[in-house]
């Protein structure tokens, strides 16, 4: 057969084999043809056969981000971020500076990212009244960097409706100062309240998110992400957008899209039928069930440390994710539950365990997303029911000092040595399936690999890394970061490793990462990537 394009190299990782080896892939139309382990390449070149010699660099499958809100994570790209303020006032020069170059001209909100007080010199949360200053007659509305939050201004809140007499919702609360006027800081469910305007978009925005995230996406070699669709307003991104341009050719991406588990289940089998193509998939549901553990919002087994007779908060109606996650099983689609805290994740277990037990075993891969602490009697039960652990390195990181990281405080250092257990969950399960939680923090995906080989914060500490245990190696990582995720999504036979007859979603990395120290993979970039047999990027 002579190929369209071929991939030769020294270092070719299929996720398969523990490390790379001698040889070269070959792509014909929009499929892997060949995976071969010399070095003569005869009988594939043809006259009109690319051929790339990447020497040293590193070819493997295309990256799969198994946690995406993917809507939001466009919007990353587009609107102002915040990460770096140290302040309040730091923080709203930053927007102003935003607004001044134009940046929101096109949009009635001016929406911003990632800051988060507890970054910030004095850990106070902000209020309306520095936006107000600036920004008296345009509503504002600021998510922060776990997304459980927001701060808005005077005219957000009042096109949202929200007064002194407002009722807090279930799950979340507004700010408010000692005489009860809402101070513009949004907690957990409370976000909602505002979101549903802030984020109400029409299809040619949307568009134009999606298209701002792959094209970044591209340039980090992310081929397939899961797009967990639900946030405190309903669900974010249309269905119909990512249709349109798919039958356009216009998606550099394969969307796995996750839902509402509390929507309408009929809706959902309709999309599954009406939606399904080999870059869109609807086959599976997400919801919360709890918050953060910076926020004491993490449903927790025991008290938090620093809030004495606080075991966290529920962000829904338990039951009814209790009551539907038997018909979602029953109907083959595979659900996946925000669970954070130990409590939240024995929950999930619990439920997913009663929906086998009522319906048998079946194609469905449930998941618990993020997974960040689970007691050491609930860990045998998540390779007992098959459930997929869906992880995200970064997130051990999200302060840049281990000095500053939150999670001693609030759960006490024994319980957080116990926290991001990728290496016993890889263990357990067999695999675990590796994502980025964008907007979180950025999809950059040497980002996550670092800090799994590492567990160091930017600061590089703790020596050794947090709790080292625990830390995962090279190959772990890129096989849950492609073949984990698209084990989860029930794509294994078509994606996540180099095979013959699989999609051709390669990625190029300009250095051996199995090679270098671990220090350097942050310094290391995509030179190449293909997604669906065709070149999407090439620096």
């Not at 949004?186 to 298209?211: D, I, T």
């Not at 051709?504 to 090679?515: E, G, P, Q, S």
């Amino acid at each position: 057969m002579q190929a369209d394009l071929i991939l030769k190299g020294k270092a070719i990782f299929d996720s398969i084999k523990e490390k790379p080896f001698k040889g070269f892939v070959a792509v014909k139309d929009n499929r892997i043809a060949g995976v071969i382990y010399n070095w003569s390449t005869e009988k594939w070149v043809g006259p009109n056969t690319k051929v790339y010699d990447c020497g040293d660099k590193l070819v493997m499958p295309g990256f799969h981000d198994s946690h995406t809100h993917l809507l939001m994570a466009g919007m990353y790209k587009t609107f102002v971020n915040l990460a770096d303020a140290r302040s309040e006032k730091e923080a709203v020069e930053m927007v102003k500076k935003a607004y001044d170059n134009g940046e929101y001209d096109d949009f009635e909100w001016i929406i911003g990212f990632s800051w988060y007080h507890i970054f910030w010199d004095n850990r106070t949360p902000p209020t309306k009244k520095s936006l107000d200053k600036l920004f008296p007659d345009k509503p504002v509305f600021l998510l922060n960097a776990e997304a459980h939050g927001a701060w808005v201004n005077s005219k957000a809140l009042e096109l949202a409706g929200i007064t002194r007499e407002t009722p807090d919702p279930f799950g979340g609360f507004f700010g408010r100062d000692e005489s009860g006027e809402p101070t513009g800081f949004l907690y957990e469910a409370a976000v909602g309240a505002v979101s549903k305007y802030a984020f109400s978009f029409s299809l040619e925005q949307e568009k134009r998110f999606l298209n701002a995230f792959m094209e970044a996406a591209a340039a980090y070699g992310i081929t397939s992400v899961n797009d967990v669709q639900p946030y405190f307003h309903g669900n974010m991104g249309h269905l119909k957008t990512y249709s349109d341009m798919d039958k356009k050719g216009e998606l550099t991406i394969r969307i796995h899209a996750a839902p509402d588990l509390l929507g309408n289940l009929d809706d959902v089998i309709s999309w599954r039928d009406k939606y399904k193509s080999d870059k869109l998939r609807v086959d599976m549901l997400k919801q919360f069930l709890d918050g953060v553990s910076t926020t004491h919002t993490a449903l927790v087994l025991e008290e938090y440390t620093d809030a004495p007779g606080n075991v966290g908060i529920s962000l829904n109606n338990v039951d009814a994710i209790k009551n539907k996650i038997p018909e979602a099983h029953k109907r083959g689609l595979s659900v996946k539950l925000h669970c954070c805290g130990d409590k939240s994740a024995r929950m999930a277990l619990d439920y997913y365990e009663n929906a086998i037990n009522l319906y048998g075993k079946n194609e469905c891969r449930h998941a618990i997303e993020h997974l960040e602490l689970v007691s050491e009697e609930d860990r045998p039960r998540i390779r007992e029911l098959g459930i997929i652990p869906s992880m995200q390195p970064e997130h051990i990181a999200m302060t840049q000092t281990f000095a500053e990281n939150p999670y001693p405080v609030t759960l006490g250092k024994e319980r957080a040595n116990q926290t991001w257990p990728l290496k016993s969950m890889y263990d357990m399960a067999g695999l675990i399936a590796v994502g980025s939680d964008c907007p979180v923090v950025d999809n950059n995906p040497f980002l996550e690999i670092y800090r799994a080989v590492t567990r160091l914060h930017n600061d590089g500490e703790p020596k050794g890394g947090w709790n080292p245990t625990e830390k995962l190696s090279l190959y772990e990582v890129l096989r849950s970061y492609t073949y984990g995720s698209a084990y989860g999504t029930r794509r294994e036979e078509e994606l996540g490793t180099l095979e013959p007859g699989k999609f051709a979603d390669i990625v190029v990395i300009d250095r051996n990462l199995f090679a270098i120290d671990p220090s350097e993979i942050l310094e290391a970039k995509v030179d190449m990537t293909i997604m669906d047999g065709k070149i999407i990027f090439k620096r």
